[in-house]
Nanobody, 123 residues
Framework: QVQLEESGGGWVQAGGSLRLSCAASGRTSSLYTMGWFRQGPGKEREFVAAISRSSSITIYTDSVKGRFTISKDNAKNTVYLQMNSLKPEDTAIYYC????????????????WGQGTQVTVSS
């Protein structure tokens, strides 16, 4: 089993920045890909970013390209999401996810999920 725990969410004004962290514990040696998803009020869960096991490849949804950066510290089994130039439409619960497949923007590719951390961006 793998446990994921997010932290770093909070309230910020538009244009501000936040950094989310996701610490993995348990059988982390089995993990291949780590990603971030989000679910806004009344919306379906959507893909935000993902990073490969070696950290050599990253993918992003178009709406966050140039503003968000995903990174990973393998020694700490922690993945980060640096979020800059935040917009009110970025308001959502952000979930960390991990799986044993290659990079994907599909929820079904991820078998492990954290509980989520709330990010609120005010205008």
């Amino acid at each position: 089993q793998v446990q994921l725990e997010e932290s770093g969410g909070g309230w910020v004004q538009a244009g501000g920045s936040l950094r989310l962290s996701c610490a993995a514990s348990g059988r982390t040696s089995s993990l291949y890909t780590m990603g971030w998803f989000r679910q806004g009020p009344g919306k379906e869960r959507e893909f935000v970013a993902a990073i490969s096991r070696s950290s050599s490849i990253t993918i992003y949804t178009d709406s966050v390209k140039g503003r968000f950066t995903i990174s990973k510290d393998n020694a700490k089994n922690t993945v980060y999401l640096q979020m800059n130039s935040l917009k009110p439409e970025d308001t959502a619960i952000y979930y960390c996810a991990s799986g044993v497949r290659g990079l994907s923007s599909e929820c079904s590719a991820y078998g492990y999920w954290g509980q989520g951390t709330q990010v609120t961006v005010s205008s």
